[in-house]
């Protein structure tokens, strides 16, 4: 069994820059894939990006690329997602999850692990 906490959320005005992180514990990540989602109020979780925990290989989607890097410190076993220039529509809860299979999903559906979640707030 696999804990993640996320935590780094927060109120910020737009423009600037917060870095999320997401710890796992009772067990590490393994060699599977984690990573973020979003949801927005009234609106579907989406993914925002994952990261291979032995290749390091990142993906995101379209939308964050350039201004979200995920990445992984193995000897903590935690993820993080750097963003960079906030707008108001990154508003959302952000979710740390990760898959109990080898190779990238964009859906939150085969993803197994979830943390709670912490809230993102993007002020303009």
């Known amino acids: 069994q696999v804990q993640l906490v996320e935590s780094g959320g927060g109120l910020v005005q737009t423009g600037t820059s917060l870095r999320l992180s997401c710890a796992a514990s009772?067990?590490?990540?393994?060699?599977?894939?984690v990573a973020w989602f979003r949801q927005a109020p009234g609106k579907e979780r989406e993914f925002v990006a994952a990261?291979?925990?032995?290749?390091?290989?990142?993906y995101y989607a379209d939308s964050m690329k350039g201004r979200f890097t995920i990445s992984k410190n193995s000897a903590k076993n935690t993820v993080y997602l750097q963003m960079n220039s906030l707008e108001p529509d990154d508003t959302a809860v952000y979710y740390c999850?990760?898959?109990?299979?080898?190779?990238?999903?964009?859906?939150?559906?085969?993803?197994?692990?979830w943390g709670q979640g912490t809230q993102v707030t993007v002020s303009s």
């Open positions: 999850t990760a898959r109990r299979y080898s190779g990238i999903s964009y859906r939150a559906n085969d993803y197994y692990y």
């Open positions: 009772g067990r590490t990540f393994g060699n599977y894939p």
């Open positions: 990261i291979t925990w032995s290749g390091g290989n990142t």
